[in-house]
């Protein structure tokens, strides 16, 4: 196929697959579940009109998953509009941290055991496929700022920190496969103070500044000056200058991207509580910014508030943010489908089965007890772990720190491979499992309102 051809194959999916949004939303198959079937029918499998490994250009890879990471764990951090109280951001902190921890582990010793793989590639085996992705998640994260569902927001807050996790445990993978030297406490200390604290610490502080200071400015140049008119480089903007920053200074770059978000989404509640807008009721609480303005009647605004301005920055960074990271991870997953048919591995499947049934379930168990997390949002939790983008970026990392070598190629078979299955399992339970919740969600509530009612009525 030409690139003529390639222009109009890709128009045509993407005409297809908007139209026909509302079946999809509604059937069994998520969307990134047909992009993953149109990459495999278009592979070597089955019309063989392309043949693509993801491997054969590790630098490429890495740069264009690391775009498509960084854009979608801004728009997370965006759309979490929670106070700076651990209380609040808890459960994704146990989950990304205690939980993540528990699950390498409990995955290193599991591919040890099954592939006879060495204690380090084992270790960088389960770095790649422990964090789940916020690139896929879009079904289980929060749809919006005003979403306060508990389990929506644990999941989200888990994607959005467990790459401060994740990768610094594959940098020690990396360091423990090319260092000649026996491992020390000197190593060990070195890695924990550059790797883990200070890319942690320093990733979030850069990228939480530059979101909340940017956020604050571009809303009082608008409201000062009255402009309405379009800003969608904002985001881009934030995204770039904090993730460059924060690698450039041996920070992490995603957590970084992720801060961004939720600063320039703290500039937002600042405004607005500083400057409350005047036609919201008396007592009513006040809904994010974006919520307060008509994006599609923008240029007839008459009222240029800082409410309103921060609304018509924060809606700007989301409308774009949320398009590149559709775009990119749509590119993603075809181009998975179709790299699949020289990577599969069918061991893969056997370690995603201990991995979605066995090892991510206990390990959330345990980091979440004594929590007072209930029973049912524990286990679906559990099983609500979707990987993708992050764990290919994560493969081309170590391809391009020189992870090399027959059984450093089976490793990456095996990963590819679970992924896919993530992306199929995950993505055909979790409309089902979400819907039979909000039945029951809505069943419970209505009893509560019945036997309200019913005391009520006694009581008179």
Do not use: C
Not at 87 to 103: Q, Y
Not at 408 to 431: F, P
Request: hydrophobic share 55%.
């Amino acid at each position: 196929m030409d690139f003529l051809a390639w222009t109009a194959t890709s128009g045509g999916l993407l005409l297809i697959m908007s139209l026909a949004s509302g079946w999809i939303h509604r059937g069994p198959v998520t969307s990134f579940g047909l992009f993953l079937l149109i990459g495999i029918l278009f592979g070597p499998w089955v019309l063989n009109f392309v043949t693509l490994d993801l491997l054969s250009h590790p630098d490429l890879t890495a740069h264009i998953t690391e775009i498509t990471m960084a854009a979608s764990l801004f728009i997370t951090g965006l759309k979490l509009r929670l106070p700076l109280k651990f209380a609040n951001w808890r459960d994704g902190i146990l989950l990304a941290f205690p939980a993540m921890l528990l699950t390498v582990l409990g995955m290193m010793l599991v591919i040890h055991l099954v592939t006879g793989f060495s204690w380090p590639l084992s270790l960088a085996f389960a770095a790649i496929i422990a964090p789940t992705d916020p690139v896929l998640a879009s079904l289980i994260s929060v749809s919006h700022a005003g979403d306060d569902d508990a389990l929506r927001v644990a999941l989200s807050s888990e994607a959005g920190l467990n790459d401060g996790s994740a990768l610094p445990l594959l940098m020690l993978a990396l360091l423990l496969l090319h260092n000649d030297t026996p491992f020390s406490a000197d190593l060990l200390g070195h890695w924990l103070a550059k790797d883990v604290l200070w890319a942690i610490g320093m990733g979030a502080l850069i990228g939480y500044s530059f979101g909340r200071l940017i956020g604050v400015l571009a809303t009082r140049l608008r409201s000062v000056n009255s402009d309405t008119a379009p800003n969608d480089f904002l985001a881009l903007a934030l995204i770039a200058i904090s993730y460059a920053s924060a690698q450039y200074v041996d920070a992490s770059g995603f957590l970084a991207a992720f801060a961004a978000g939720v600063g320039l989404r703290h500039a937002e509640i600042y405004v607005v509580r500083t400057f409350p807008p005047e036609q919201l009721p008396k007592g009513e609480s006040i809904p994010p910014a974006e919520v307060l303005v008509n994006p599609n009647q923008r240029h007839m605004q008459q009222d240029y508030d800082p409410a309103h301005s921060v609304g018509l920055v924060v809606g700007d960074a989301l409308s774009f943010g949320d398009t590149v990271e559709r775009l990119l991870a749509a590119l993603m997953v075809v181009v998975l489908g179709v790299t699949l048919a020289l990577h599969w591995n069918s061991t893969g499947l056997l370690l995603a089965a201990i991995l979605f049934l066995i090892i991510r379930p206990l390990a959330i168990w345990l980091a979440t007890i004594g929590t007072g997390i209930p029973f049912w949002r524990r286990i679906l939790i559990g099983w609500l772990g979707i990987r993708g983008i992050g764990s290919i970026n994560y493969i081309a990392y170590a391809w391009v720190h020189g992870m090399t070598g027959p059984q450093a190629d089976a490793m990456v078979d095996m990963a590819l491979t679970l992924v896919v299955a993530s992306v199929v399992i995950h993505g055909i339970t979790v409309t089902p499992l979400l819907n039979r919740r909000q039945a029951w969600q809505q069943a419970r509530h209505k009893a509560e309102e019945e036997k309200q009612r019913e005391e009520q009525a006694r009581r008179e």
